[in-house]
């Protein structure tokens, strides 16, 4: 699995080929604040919805709150075959203090 920094995932999500973007945390803090174009896919879920990503070599970005869970979430899809998984490292938090001030933090 590929680390990614929130600087350099905000570049690769304005970039011309984004990542399909996935937030693997909860609906309650998914709707406390998301990043925009992100697709909520709980960690507690993953098994049953893995087939809602169906192109295995899809750039794939997945985040959560500080970092975790979307590695675990990360690898689990490495598991499953996917090719092409990045973490996006600090989670949310991290996109908040060095990407976007305006996303709030908790």
């Known amino acids: 699995m590929k680390e990614v920094s929130a600087r350099a ?13 996935i937030d693997c945390r909860e609906a309650e803090e998914h709707a406390f604040c998301a990043l925009p174009g992100a697709e909520l ?36 899809l490495e598991q499953q075959g996917y090719k092409n998984v990045s973490n996006l490292t ?12 305006a996303i709030p933090r908790y």
């Open 9 to 21: 995932a905000a570049r690769w999500l304005r970039g011309a080929e984004p990542p399909r973007l």
């Open 41 to 76: 896919i709980p960690l507690s879920r993953f098994a049953a919805v893995v087939e809602s990503l169906p192109d295995k070599s899809q750039p794939l970005l997945i985040y959560c709150h500080h970092g975790v869970r979307s590695g675990q979430a990360a690898h689990f």
């Open 90 to 101: 600090g989670g949310i938090d991290a996109w908040s203090r060095e990407v976007d001030p």
